[in-house]
Structure formats: structure tokens, C-alpha cells
């Protein structure tokens, strides 16, 4: 599996963005997809992941209400929805692909990863 993440930018508080990850894969809707982000100096964390079928849905508390995943399988795309931006919400973005049917949620779970897109929120 093949991910490329876009959609990235430089937005000011309060703003959104809407990021996209492309996936090369014959069995896209076989595989949980989930969304991490990492900071300049601390590690990988997990944003947000959701299921094979888009059904089921899971965020980290800190953007619960704020951001929004979803996924189009047979465009073999994943995006996430980033609203009302803070500057703690910078960092690198990275789309994960990883074997299941259910949610994946954390790092370990995922194979298979896209190269990162900056997000930097300005205050």
C-alpha cells in the first residue's frame, strides 16, 4: 500500500483545513486508515482513525468535535477535516494504513505509512 497525504498549509487560528491522503492499494477498503500527527520534538501521536466500511469513528480527546475523518473507498481516498485550528495543532500529518476491520488506534497497528504534510497553525 502505497499513501500519499496533501492538503497541508499555513492557516491562522480558528481557521480549517481539509487534508487528503491518496491510497495505491487493490484492497483499500480491506484496511483501517487513521490519521497521526508529530511535532517538532515529541513523538508520534494518534489524531484519528476510522473503520474498513467508514461506519465507525474514533478521536483523540483533544480534537474530539473539531476535526472529522472519513473515507471514500472506491476513490481509495481518506480525508480529515480540520476545524477551528489551534496553534498545539502543528505539526507533521501522516495518513497510516493497517490490516483489520475494526478501528485502529494505535501506532503499532499501522503498516503501511504516507510521507507527512505540514499543518501550522499561526496565533
Known amino acids: 500500500v502505497q499513501l500519499q497525504a496533501y492538503g497541508g498549509g499555513l492557516v491562522q487560528t480558528g481557521g480549517s483545513l481539509r487534508l487528503s491522503c491518496a491510497a495505491a492499494?487493490?484492497?483499500?477498503?480491506?484496511?483501517?486508515m487513521g490519521w497521526f500527527r508529530q511535532a517538532p520534538g515529541k513523538e508520534r501521536e494518534f489524531v484519528a482513525a476510522?473503520?474498513?466500511?467508514?461506519?465507525?469513528?474514533y478521536y483523540t480527546d483533544s480534537v474530539k468535535g473539531r476535526f472529522t475523518i472519513s473515507r471514500d473507498n472506491a476513490k481509495n481516498t481518506v480525508a480529515l477535516q480540520m476545524n477551528s485550528l489551534k496553534p498545539e495543532d502543528t505539526a507533521v500529518y501522516y495518513c497510516?494504513?493497517?490490516?483489520?476491520?475494526?478501528?485502529?488506534?494505535?501506532?503499532?497497528?499501522?503498516?503501511?505509512w504516507g510521507q507527512g504534510t505540514q499543518v501550522t497553525v499561526s496565533s
Open positions: 497510516a494504513a493497517g490490516p483489520g476491520w475494526g478501528l485502529l488506534k494505535v501506532l503499532s497497528d499501522y503498516n503501511y
Open positions: 476510522i473503520s474498513w466500511s467508514g461506519r465507525s469513528t
Open positions: 492499494a487493490r484492497t483499500f477498503s480491506s484496511y483501517g
